[in-house]
Nanobody, 115 residues
Framework: QLQASGGGLVQTGGSLRLSCAFS????????MGWHRQFPGKQRELVAAISKSGIPDYAGSVKGRITISRDNAKNTVYLQLSSLKPEDSGVYYC???????????WGPGTQVTVSS
């Protein structure tokens, strides 16, 4: 199971820290990712982190987000900074689909940035 949390309503320029709790024994051996979905659009991978902790970011958010993980807690984090209204959407965590088959999606967490 994947349980994302930490979303909310913030003003432009604000910050949020998202967390994702991963239930299962394979967390430490899979690359993880945070995916974002805008209304009516497909989910897109915005950040990934390898099982060894190497991050990778989509160009649109590079410099404003930081992904991290704690293998001891089976948790992956996404720090969002300098938020813009166009960052608003539902954020989901899952494995990095480029290296592992996607797991069942959890409910995601809503991020809303007001102008």
């Amino acid at each position: 199971q994947l349980q994302a949390s930490g979303g909310g309503l913030v003003q432009t320029g604000g910050s949020l820290r998202l967390s994702c709790a991963f239930s299962g024994s394979i967390f430490s051996v899979v690359d993880m990712g945070w995916h974002r979905q805008f209304p009516g659009k497909q989910r897109e991978l915005v950040a990934a982190i390898s099982k060894s902790g190497i991050p990778d970011y989509a160009g649109s958010v590079k410099g404003r987000i930081t992904i991290s993980r704690d293998n001891a807690k089976n948790t992956v984090y996404l720090q969002l900074s300098s938020l813009k209204p166009e960052d608003s959407g539902v954020y989901y965590c899952n494995v990095d689909h480029r290296t592992f088959q996607l797991l069942t999606w959890g409910p995601g967490t809503q991020v809303t940035v007001s102008s």
